[in-house]
């Protein structure tokens, strides 16, 4: 009763909302997914360009939303796929593996992410051209360093 009437107290303040962010937050599964794929996509650009792979992992864990972490793998593997260098490869093979031996992203959200793309491979193709050979030998790579399983590995489409 009394987190009841502490509430009403609170959502009756002029500037209740905010005040309320202050107090228990706003972050997590608050968040529209419209937003956090924006957010999403801006942290993997400014890795991308600060190559600090420790920054990356704390915004991801941030934005608090550990069951929308495929979202980053579905997005870092796709800017593999559109990249015309060695560099974007190795960086996101790179934070890929941190995320992955630190825990931040699961077993689960890891697949999930990779299925996406393997799904999506065609579509991506079309944009894409050589995307199929890129993924096989990204997915390879990941296969090598431990980050996928090989069950994961051995789904990836090939042409």
């Known amino acids: 009763r009394a ?19 202050n107090v228990w937050g706003s972050g997590g599964g608050q968040q529209s997914v419209k937003h956090l794929v924006k957010e999403i996509d801006m942290l993997l650009k400014e890795y991308l360009l600060s190559g600090d792979v420790l920054e990356a992992e704390r915004c991801l864990q941030e934005l608090e939303v550990p069951h929308f972490h495929h979202e980053l793998v579905y997005e870092a593997v796709v800017m593999v796929l559109e990249s015309t260098g060695e560099k ?42 050589h995307s199929y050979s890129v993924l096989e030998r990204f997915v390879e790579e990941c296969f090598k360093a431990g980050i996928i399983p090989k069950p994961l590995r051995d789904l990836c489409p090939s042409r």
């Open 3 to 21: 987190a009841l009437d502490r509430a009403t107290v609170l959502l009756s303040m002029t500037k209740g909302g905010k005040r309320i962010d």
């Open 88 to 129: 974007t490869f190795k960086m996101i093979l790179d934070l890929l593996k941190s995320l992955w031996k630190s825990s931040v992203i699961t077993v689960d959200q890891m697949k999930r992410g990779y299925e996406r793309v393997y799904c999506e491979i065609p579509d991506i193709n079309l944009d894409v051209p």
